[in-house]
């Protein structure tokens, strides 16, 4: 074992084919003289990003003092072979997966030249994508076969679809490899973390300079608009507090009673234990996404029991990952009195319909706290979960004893990552109603101007009343959204499909969108800018512009405030 100091070292007589990485620095004086150690990190090294490799390195280095040289290679072996099973390399940065993503769609532009059987040619582009693990569109919801098509030559689908594959397929490797947890990095990796910041400062640059401009000559910055929608923290909290607050208000009014139930993942679905960080012998490889699909489904079949009982709920689900990134639900529920029991069962059931009899389930995998209304507020428990699981704010720590905001960038990334729905409310009418006749400036006629005034003031227990109550089988006034057919396709030749326009309900209506807007992208240095076609859904910029346009720009569009959370007991 050499102990020449690294400055001294030649690193190319060891046969190496790059330069060797800080990583394999932290490690040069371990291993046989003759230099095969060396080889061998050096080979895994270069797959791996760099800030993913020094910790890697540092847990190598701890193996081979506490145990031995063979077993700290045979780690990197168990990683290597991880490594094998994706079709990415772990090393590309950002620039290369969007020239890996351009290259891509050109061969599958040089794919379609040589066809002129659309048929084949979907059969041929979807097995050429299978290759990078990636799955080709579906002829489903408006998609037709041409269109599809063109998303599989088109560069910035490949992108999306690169960027997510590749960012997934990593973080599964670092929590496989012990780097989500506890102990290392709570929630989501360090490099999860670090990509979702570089991508929040990428899309902030294109936002910034992105303007939206109508026929009135009306123009705002698409970053300006993000700011007013529920993309901004504040204004997302302040919905989600207002609604359940404003359900908690009429549980109250009816005589309604208030649960609030925990579902966990089988432990096979768990990486790490939580107390000492250690592996879970049990761990299967489940990934937070998928594992998330388990309660989803669980959660389908325990809706399909009560609805088969004619019980109906009504409240919110929160999601929220454990340290290793595994999540669980809390769903604050209101129900009638007598069906309680039923209601608690069927969820107890349900939540331990998979390994429900494995040891400890019964305690760990399904909790149910029931809420008095005689010793504090209802909202004020949710609370909690809804603030450490947007931006931390009004909290201390979160449940592990870790700083809430810092915490709560964690969160945000493992929702990124994952794709990760972390709010949903069931029951109640429809949230889209609530937003379109918060952007009208003029009161409508009849129950739909009773509707505006109480979504102009933020009351929501009063609008989900006028709308007929909670339960969705109470819903009967006809409110609904205004909606037309359109035929203008967008950059991949499918039609826009149904538009919103207002809100409507009888014979009358109420219009909430009257501009055309044009999208300009204007990068710094060019006074002309460049009109840039975004795909619908893409980029969210059609969901900001939606809610930036027209009369609802006087304001927050969701405006309620940070008052919602003030003088609440954090149960």
Same mark, same amino acid.
């Given at each position: 074992m050499t102990s020449s100091p690294i400055s001294n070292i030649n690193y190319r007589k060891y046969q190496m084919t790059e330069e060797p990485t800080k990583a394999e620095k932290m490690l040069w004086d371990i291993g046989v003289p003759s230099g095969e150690d060396r080889i061998f990190r050096h080979v895994f090294f270069q797959k791996v990003p760099e800030r993913v490799g020094v910790p890697i390195a540092k847990e190598y280095k701890v193996l081979f003092e506490k145990s031995s040289l063979r077993e700290a290679n045979q780690y990197l072996l168990r990683l290597d072979e991880e490594l094998r099973k994706k079709p990415l390399r772990f090393n590309l940065t950002d620039s290369d997966i969007c020239d890996f993503s351009a290259a891509r769609a050109r061969a599958c532009e040089n794919i379609q030249s040589r066809s002129n059987n659309n048929q084949k040619l979907y059969a041929a582009l979807s097995d050429y994508a299978s290759r990078y693990g990636i799955s080709a569109p579906l002829i489903d919801k408006g998609k037709t076969l041409g269109s599809v098509i063109n998303r599989l030559c088109d560069e910035r689908w490949w992108r999306t679809k690169v960027r997510r594959i590749h960012g997934r397929n990593l973080e599964a490797f670092l929590i496989q490899a012990g780097f989500v947890r506890k102990q290392r990095g709570i929630y989501a990796s360090d490099e999860a973390v670090h990509r979702n910041r570089q991508k929040d400062l990428r899309n902030k640059r294109v936002l910034e300079n992105t303007y939206a401009t109508n026929e009135s000559g009306d123009e705002f910055s698409m970053l300006e608009l993000s700011e007013r929608s529920i993309s901004n923290p504040r204004i997302r909290r302040g919905e989600l507090m207002t609604r359940i607050s404003g359900f908690e208000e009429i549980a109250k009014d009816i005589g309604d009673v208030c649960q609030l139930y925990t579902m966990t993942c089988p432990s096979r679905m768990h990486a790490r234990f939580s107390k000492s960080g250690m592996p879970n012998p049990k761990y299967d490889g489940t990934t937070p996404d998928k594992a998330q699909k388990h309660l989803t489904d669980h959660w389908a079949l325990i809706r399909t029991s009560l609805g088969n009982k004619g019980i109906d709920l009504y409240g919110l689900r929160v999601c929220e990952p454990h340290h290793d990134g595994t999540p669980h639900w809390h769903f604050m529920a209101f129900m009638k009195p007598e069906e309680e029991k039923i209601i608690t069962e069927t969820i107890r059931k349900y939540a331990l319909?998979? +390994?429900?009899?494995?040891?400890? &389930?019964?305690?760990?995998?399904?909790? @149910?706290?029931?809420?008095?209304?005689?010793?504090?507020?209802?909202?004020?428990?949710?609370?909690?979960?809804?603030?450490?699981?947007?931006?931390?704010?009004?909290?201390?720590? +979160?449940?592990?004893?870790?700083? &809430?905001?810092?915490?709560?960038?964690? @969160?945000k990334a493992w929702a990124n990552k994952w794709g990760i729905r972390q709010f949903q409310f069931f029951g109640g009418p429809s949230i889209g109603i609530w937003r379109e006749l918060r952007r009208l400036a003029v009161c409508p006629r009849g129950i739909l101007g009773d509707a505006f005034e109480a979504a102009d003031n933020g009351k929501w227990a009063e609008f989900v009343m006028i709308l007929g109550g909670p339960r969705k089988s109470d819903i009967n006034t006809g409110i609904a959204l205004l909606k037309v057919y359109s035929d203008k396709p967008n950059s991949y030749g499918e039609p826009l499909g149904y538009v919103v326009l207002g809100v409507t309900v009888g014979d009358i209506s109420a219009v909430t969108r009257f501009y055309t807007w044009t999208i300009e992208y204007r990068p710094p240095g060019n006074s002309f800018g460049d009109l840039i076609d975004f795909p619908r859904g893409s980029s969210g910029i059609d969901e900001k512009l939606e809610q930036g346009s027209s009369a609802g720009i006087k304001r927050d569009f969701h405006g309620e405030s940070d008052r919602s959370m003030e003088n609440l007991s954090f149960g």
């Open positions: 319909a998979v +390994d429900g009899d494995e040891p400890g &389930a019964k305690d760990n995998r399904f909790d @149910v706290v029931e809420i008095d209304w005689s010793k504090g507020s209802a909202t004020g428990y949710i609370a909690k979960y809804i603030s450490k699981n947007i931006d931390g704010k009004y909290i201390e720590e +979160d449940s592990y004893g870790k700083d &809430a905001v810092e915490s709560s960038e964690r @969160v």
